[in-house]
């Protein structure tokens, strides 16, 4: 009996080694793929994609980002993040991703919507033509992907 209560903690270390590599082992390989290819969605406790255009990174599937400008007050800030939220909830009925983040500033009239597609500025549009720049920008996302498909068939062998 006494030679079974000496291998045990060899038995212990065992268990607590496969654990720890079982645990490290994806988090290392996603960064190992993140340092060869520099993509950062892949980084281990990456920021989120609504994160990256927030800081104004550019990210490849996002196809509208928005910056909704409004006065620096509660009831500006909850305003705009609403028409954010409304404006999201458009491009996503037409098949698009977007991602809003809301500036205050010093303006004190009514929200402006900046919206930004494929590195192009589109705007400041008021509340009220909403609904047409959800158009005009859809139809812009469609333009630019009419583009990137047509360079990409360009350069293919």
Known sequence: MQPSFRSRPKRQLSIIAILIVAIATPATLALSYYHITGDPTFRPLALTVERLVAR????????????????DSEDGIRAAKELA????????????????????????????ITLLVD???????????????????????????????????????
């Open 85 to 112: 939220r409304k404006l999201n909830k458009a491009f996503y009925g037409k098949g698009l991703n977007s991602v809003f983040r809301v500036h205050p500033s010093a303006n004190n009239g009514p929200p402006q």
């Open 119 to 157: 590195q192009k500025r589109l705007g400041p549009f008021s509340p009220r033509s909403a609904p047409q720049s959800v158009q005009l920008v859809s139809e812009a996302v469609a333009i630019a992907k009419q583009e990137r498909a047509r360079a990409a068939k360009k350069f293919t062998w």
């Open 56 to 71: 104004g990174i550019t990210v490849e599937h996002i196809d509208v980002q928005g910056i909704v400008t409004t006065e």
